[in-house]
């Protein structure tokens, strides 16, 4: 059966996919003890520090597809704050970013003594993006005027504001990512600020050797008003080398894009669903992701690959700082 995208999918897929051209997306990494990569006041929150190395790839047979890597790290500086620094470089077809970050956060211990975790947090990230797009392959009979032939780059400044609450097994974070409005001049038939984009996440911790921990998270797209949540819930499991987990992400949109079909008319919306497995051994850290689209269109039947690697560090009393199954507080 033969289907027709129209413009509105193509516009669909460029906003859900090319989000890699304005900072750092917003992918499922987080769920591997990586809040840090999303939120700059979960900078330090740990009394020690972790690393975080991160690659992403989407549809490995389809020529340029979007690819994603991260290095990142952050650790705890003194009683009451913490430092982190990110790199990162994205490729999006004929589109490539890489870019940098460095934080700083402030912790505020509310009440009981260093093994109680009550904390309020605020991080503030600040980094530049070097910006490409690449039209040295463009081709086309007629001159087209608006293709310069060359490989086009620009540079740019950008900052990131977070808070985030952690009582015990309870967390709830908020941040405001890319908070400058400052224009890439990178294409010459129509410009575009960043996309500011506004994130809130809370969940909680149940259990003790089997735990179980429900999250949710909304990110909110202040340019396309793109609006998508992500479901997601993880089991812990304690084994003698250390500890072992798997979860499970369903990300939606509330926004759908429209498609052509045998006359009519349809609309479809983002779904993801992203089965996730995970080990803590010793000091490191080892987490595979898949996403899968799901709906009757879709670019390609394959999905998305990540793996994350991670080392904590630093962290006295066992492993233990706080007196909880915090698995973000404690490395």
């Not at 050797?209 to 609006?227: A, D, G, Y």
Request: charged letters at 20%.
């Amino acid at each position: 059966m033969r289907r027709y995208l129209t413009l509105s999918v193509l516009l669909s897929f460029f906003a859900f996919s090319s989000k890699a051209q304005e900072g750092i997306p917003v992918y499922f990494d987080y769920l591997a003890d990586n809040y840090y990569l999303v939120y700059p006041s979960m900078a330090g929150i740990a009394e020690g520090g972790k690393i975080r190395l991160t690659a992403r790839k989407q549809w490995f047979n389809v020529d340029e597809a979007p690819s994603l890597q991260t290095l990142n790290g952050n650790f705890r500086v003194g009683e009451r704050s913490g430092v982190g620094a990110i790199l990162f470089n994205d490729s999006n077809g004929y589109h490539s970013q890489t870019g940098f970050k460095f934080t700083y956060a402030h912790h505020l211990q509310l009440a009981g003594d260093f093994r109680t975790l009550n904390q309020l947090s605020f991080g503030l990230s600040v980094g530049a993006i070097l910006s490409s797009l690449d039209e040295s392959e463009f081709r086309s009979i007629v001159p087209d005027p608006v293709i310069s032939g060359t490989k086009n780059t620009t540079s740019y400044f950008n900052m990131d504001l977070g808070a985030s609450y952690n009582l015990f097994e309870f967390y709830a974070h908020i941040a405001v990512l890319n908070v400058l409005g400052s224009g890439r001049d990178l294409y010459s038939a129509a410009e575009f600020d960043n996309l500011r984009r506004y994130l809130f996440s809370v969940g909680y911790v149940f259990g003790n050797n089997t735990r179980i921990e429900p999250s949710v998270l909304l990110q909110l797209t202040e340019f396309t008003e793109e609006k998508t949540i992500d479901i997601n819930a993880k089991v812990y499991r304690d084994v003698s080398f250390g500890t072992v987990w798997a979860g499970l992400s369903y990300r939606r949109s509330f926004d759908g894009a429209q498609f052509q079909q045998n006359g009519g008319f349809g609309e479809q919306r983002l779904q993801l669903f992203t089965p996730i497995v995970g080990i803590n051994w010793d000091n490191f850290l080892f987490s595979y992701n898949y996403s899968y689209q799901s709906g009757d269109i879709r670019f390609d039947n394959g999905g998305f690959h990540q793996i994350t690697l991670g080392y904590d560090f630093g962290q006295s009393d066992q492993g233990k700082r706080y007196d909880c199954y915090c698995p973000a507080a404690n490395n």
